[in-house]
T-cell receptor
């Protein structure tokens, strides 16, 4: 059973525009949620980590939101740049340690000039 | 620190051959993970270690796969015998507390 659903599967936007990526999860009990960025040919890199009690967290032009009641998260990218072209992966966790992370399939974002 | 180091970066082998992937985690990290990534299945956890001890190997596909961590600075993932369906990118990651850091991956092609 897939416990993480991300939408859209792929997205194309123009440079300078904003976009929002969505994540729904069913992981329970829920502890925290990460968003990773994965550039083509490289390993994923963590953008944000939120615990169940946090609603929002920012990292530069990236802002993640979390609603633990509805089990939904979003990643908002402001003023997109060409370097934002990558796959963005939502990763909820069941425990308080690193032991069990559940990876979504990712949203492939392409930013055009 | 140089980050997580994986070798080789690319491996091409014939079906039936033994393949060994290597990983050097970041110094001081007490978790080490092996993942496999394919277009069809995305990122899958194969096995993870805590303080060099295997904690969860439920993601290891079958007996052809084995992983070891003889000390805090080295781990191997071995596939014997390899099959074409094992073709994927294999990532090693290490972590401490809430943070996890991925290596650059090994792209394995089994012909």
């Amino acid at each position: 059973k897939n416990q993480v659903e991300q939408s859209p599967q792929s997205l194309i936007i123009l440079e300078g525009k904003n976009c929002t990526l969505q994540c729904n999860y069913t992981v329970s009990p829920f502890s925290n949620l990460r968003w990773y960025k994965q550039d083509t040919g490289r390993g994923p890199v963590s953008l944000t980590i939120m615990t169940f009690s946090e609603n929002t967290k920012s990292n530069g032009r990236y802002t993640a939101t979390l609603d633990a009641d509805t089990k939904q998260s979003s990643l908002h990218i402001t003023a997109s740049q060409l370097s934002d072209s990558a796959s963005y992966i939502c990763v909820p966790s069941r425990g308080s340690t690193l032991g069990r992370l559940y990876f979504g399939r990712g949203t492939q974002l392409t930013v055009w000039p | 620190d140089a980050g997580v180091i994986q070798s080789p970066r690319h491996e091409v082998t014939e079906m039936g051959q033994e393949v060994t992937l290597r990983c050097k985690p970041i110094s001081g990290h007490d978790y080490l993970f092996w993942y496999r990534q394919t277009m069809m299945r995305g990122l899958e956890l194969l096995i993870y270690f805590n303080n060099n001890v295997p904690i969860d190997d439920s993601g290891m596909p079958e007996d052809r796969f084995s992983a070891k961590m003889p000390n805090a600075s080295f781990s191997t993932l071995k596939i014997q015998p390899s099959e074409p369906r094992d073709s994927a990118v294999y990532f090693c990651a290490s972590g401490r507390n809430y943070e996890q850091y991925f290596g650059p991956g090994t792209r394995l092609t089994v012909t």
